[in-house]
């Protein structure tokens, strides 16, 4: 895992007074990624993750892969050759073990493309290839966009901190619709991902105590 580095954090400081606060008590921009992962791996790992802290659902992964110990992690093959109740024991819900065979049947179909096949792909391009998949929305390619492809203007409207973060920047009584941060978001391209990267430690920073 490696830290990106951003020409973001100036661009975004210039924004406005506000932006310029953030950016300075949070410091450079450091977004992690893992290219070297590939799509259909990241995109397993996003679903675990969702509706769930982030130790919580690496703790599930963990007992996920230790089923595999001959693999790095789980092939399609692999994961469509256990029975469903094993993943249910890793920690799974129901819905998450549908969503993770149904990759593991696109990934073995080619609707999940391989690392080298993404670059040729478009952000949209592939938002609407995956969304195809059982369980996957659109947040859940905006992930796999930002955090393993390292794209670089993806900004995920549909997500909690991200709006959240908007709220406590800017001191509004509620959150901002998707569709309107969206709009507001345009100002922050061509850089919207390590936007949402300072808007997700505006949310964390609002939930430490004073001192």
Known sequence: MRKTAHPATTYLAKIDSDWAALVKRVGPCGLQTMPKREPYEALIRAIAHQQLHGKAAEAILGRFVAMYPGEAFPSPASILNTEPELLRACGFSFAKIASIRGIAEGSAAGVVPTGKASKKLSDEELIERLVTLKGVGRWTVEMLLIHTLERPDILPVDDFGVREGWRVLKSLPQQPKPREL??????????????????WRAAEQAKLPAV
């Open 182 to 199: 969206a709009r507001i978001g345009l100002d922050w391209s061509p850089h919207r991902s390590a936007a949402a990267w300072y808007l």
